[in-house]
């Protein structure tokens, strides 16, 4: 009864990891495609970076 409910939890923990493992991707991926749309748009402004952090307020305000 006991090695029934350790498998459970861990079918469950290896469940929610490989989603987190998804989603972590799937994020990355996402950011990924956005700074490539972004450059694409706004590639005949000043080359280097005007802010600090890409995906900050100021930055996400202006977009």
């Known amino acids: 009864m006991a090695a029934m409910q350790e498998a459970v939890q861990y079918e469950a923990l ?5 989603t ?3 989603f972590t991707k799937d994020l990355a991926r996402h950011k990924t495609f956005f700074l490539n ?3 694409l748009k ?3 402004l000043r080359q280097d970076n005007p802010f600090s952090n890409t995906f900050g ?7």
């Open 20 to 22: 987190r493992f998804y």
């Open 14 to 18: 290896q469940r929610l990891t490989r």
């Open 37 to 39: 749309q972004l450059f």
């Open 57 to 63: 307020a100021t930055s996400l305000f202006t977009i």
């Open 42 to 44: 706004f590639s005949g």
